[in-house]
Every structure is written in C-alpha cells, then in structure tokens.
C-alpha cells in the first residue's frame, strides 16, 4: 500500500495523535490490510488479523520514526498477526518446530491431504461441522452459531475442541 499526497498529512496527523486523523488512515489502510490478510491468512483469521493489525496500529503509530516506512511497517504487522494467529489456532507450540518441521518433511503434499482428511473425519460430527464451517468453508462464529443454534461462547468452545483432537491425530503426543 502507498499513500498517496493526500494522505500523507493525514499520516502526519495521525502520528503526532490527531484522534480524527488516526480514525481516517485506520479507514483508509482497512481495504489494504484486508486484501494483504487474504493472501497471508488462513481464511478464518482474515477478520481477526485486520483488527488486530488496526489496533496496533491505533496503539503504536507514534511510535513509528520513520513516516515514509509506515506501509511496509503496516504490512509486516498484518505479516505477524497472520503467522501468530494461525500457531494459535493450532495450539502449536514454537519449542517444538522440529517435530512439525520433520512430519512436514516427511510426508508429500498428498499424504499430508490425507492425513488430513482422516483427522477431520475422525472428528464426532458436531465438532467436524464448526471446524469445517469456520476454517474451510470461512464462516463468521455468529454465522455458526446461528444456523447450529448455539450460542458463540458454544460455537468457540467447540472449534477449539475439534481443532484439539485433529492436532492430536495428526500430531500425536510422543
């Protein structure tokens, strides 16, 4: 993302703490941080690193020293919310690299396929419908929620529970 002219004095602005200028360029960038998330995110965590990346933005921008690095600073925090978001979602834990690194290696992009393929169904089926809902199919939890009827709080419980147990069969515990 460039700014252009006009909207470097809003960038400015924002920098020395304009609160009217940070709502701008946050509405300004938003298309942006969209469309980089896209490519770097698994499609659930588009939403959630959008604003996480508006909110750090909102958070740190005075911070910035240099104004003319801001859209690649911009993109390098969509970048790490991308990368931070998606260890999360699979509860993986960064000390163990190498296991996955090896189990990576090991296996070619078809295998991998049907490996996980068999994880998701080995899933009971209520725990199988969030995660594909959510994951591959990309749907909001107020979405599953609304056509499961259950409630958010629910919906979340159950698509940490079912990305649990595909972790486990995927990578099971040594």
């Known amino acids: 993302m460039r700014l252009g002219p006009e909207h470097e ?3 400015a602005a924002a920098h020395r703490g304009d609160p009217a200028a940070l709502d701008q360029l ?3 960038t938003r298309p942006d941080i969209r469309r980089y998330a896209q490519m770097h995110c ?11 990346t508006l909110l750090i933005v909102a958070r740190r921008l005075p911070s910035l020293r240099a104004l003319p690095a801001f859209s690649a600073w911009l993109f390098r ?23 996955l690194e090896h189990w990576l290696v090991k296996n070619d992009e078809t295998s991998l396929r049907l490996q ?4 998701l169904q080995a899933l009971p089926a209520h725990y ?3 995660i594909l809902l959510r994951d591959f199919e990309g749907w909001r939890i107020g ?5 499961t009827g259950l409630s958010c709080a629910n919906v979340k419980s159950r698509l940490h529970r079912a990305r649990s ?9 040594e």
Do not use: T
Not at 43 to 48: F, G
């Open 128 to 130: 199988r419908e969030v």
């Open 9 to 11: 004095s809003i960038l």
């Open 77 to 99: 925090l969509v970048q790490r919310e991308c990368r931070r978001l998606g260890r999360k979602a699979m509860d993986f834990d960064p000390y163990d690299e190498e296991r």
């Open 116 to 119: 996980l393929v068999a994880a």
């Open 42 to 52: 698994r499609i659930s965590d588009v939403d959630d690193a959008v604003q996480e």
């Open 26 to 28: 946050l509405r300004i």
């Open 143 to 147: 979405e599953i929620a609304e056509l």
């Open 165 to 173: 147990l595909a972790r486990e069969h995927l990578l099971p515990p």
